[in-house]
Nanobody, 124 residues
Framework: QVQLVESGGGLVQAGDSLRLSCRASGRSFSEYRVTWFRQAPGKEREFVATISWNGLYTYYANSVDGRFTISRDNSDNTVFLQMNSLQLDDTAVYLC?????????????????WGQGTQVTVSS
C-alpha cells in the first residue's frame, strides 16, 4: 500500500512558476513509477509527466514538455513537479499516482494509488 499526498498548488499569474510535491508513505515507494495527471473542470483527467522508479527516465505530455520538470527523491519518498512559464490552460487539479510498472503508463485507469489532488489556478 502507498498513500500519496500532494501539496504546493496555488493561485499564480501567467508566466509564473510553481513546484508541486507528492509525498508518499508506505513501503517500497522507490519501486513505483510515479505520474502527475491533471483534471480541469468538465474535462477528462489527462497525463502530464511520469518518472521511473529510479528517477532516470522521464516522459512528458507535449503540452508541458520544455516547461515542466518531474523529479524524485527516494530518500525522502517525494516526487516533484516544477512548473515554469505557467499558462492559463494549465489551470487544473493536479494529482499524483503510483504504479509498479517499468514501461511508461499514461492511462489513468492503469494506476493503483492516487493522491487527493492540489489546485493550480493560473490567472492573466
Amino acid at each position: 500500500q502507498v498513500q500519496l499526498v500532494e501539496s504546493g498548488g496555488g493561485l499564480v499569474q501567467a508566466g509564473d512558476s510553481l513546484r508541486l510535491s507528492c509525498r508518499a508513505s508506505g513501503r517500497s515507494f522507490s519501486e513505483y513509477r510515479v505520474t502527475w495527471f491533471r483534471q480541469a473542470p468538465g474535462k477528462e483527467r489527462e497525463f502530464v509527466a511520469t518518472i521511473s522508479w529510479n528517477g532516470l527516465y522521464t516522459y512528458y505530455a507535449n503540452s508541458v514538455d520544455g516547461r515542466f520538470t518531474i523529479s524524485r527523491d527516494n530518500s525522502d519518498n517525494t516526487v516533484f513537479l516544477q512548473m515554469n512559464s505557467l499558462q492559463l490552460d494549465d489551470t487544473a487539479v493536479y494529482l499524483c499516482a503510483a504504479i509498479r510498472s517499468i514501461p511508461v503508463q499514461t492511462a489513468p485507469n492503469k494506476y493503483d494509488y492516487w493522491g487527493q489532488g492540489t489546485q493550480v489556478t493560473v490567472s492573466s
